[in-house]
């Protein structure tokens, strides 16, 4: 069994900076695909950033690039994601997600279709 706890969410200004942790436990494989979507109001669900475990490679979401890292703490089991120049269009539920085997290409239908996740947490950008 895999659990999953996530912290770091609130409320920021446009411009601010938030960063968000999720630490992993349970039956946990050594190559595992780690990471965050969103879904903001009104919008689906969609994938904001994963990091493979094994090799640390790290994929993004266009619309994150140069603002977001994501980064992972192996001993700890824990992905963090440092969020900065925050915007409204960020707002949302962020939910982090792992599924116990390599990214891949196709992280998006890898973590849809066999990810856990974790509870969620809100992020609010006001303008």
């Known amino acids: 069994q895999v659990q999953l706890a996530e912290s770091g969410g609130g409320s920021v200004q446009a411009g601010g900076s938030l960063r968000l942790s999720c630490v992993a436990s349970?039956?946990?494989?050594?190559?595992?695909?780690m990471g965050w979507f969103r879904q903001g109001p009104g919008k689906e669900r969609e994938a904001v950033a994963v990091?493979?475990?094994?090799?640390?490679?790290?994929a993004y979401a266009d619309s994150v690039k140069g603002r977001f890292t994501l980064s992972q703490d192996k001993a700890k089991f824990t992905v963090l994601l440092q969020m900065n120049s925050l915007k409204p269009e960020d707002t949302g539920m962020y939910y982090c997600?792992?599924?116990?085997?390599?990214?891949?290409?196709?992280?998006?239908?890898?973590?849809?279709?066999?990810?856990?996740w974790g509870q969620g947490t809100q992020v609010a950008v006001s303008s």
């Open positions: 997600g792992l599924a116990l085997r390599r990214c891949g290409s196709d992280y998006v239908s890898l973590l849809s279709d066999r990810g856990r």
């Open positions: 990091i493979d475990s094994g090799d640390g490679s790290t």
């Open positions: 349970g039956d946990i494989s050594s190559r595992r695909c």
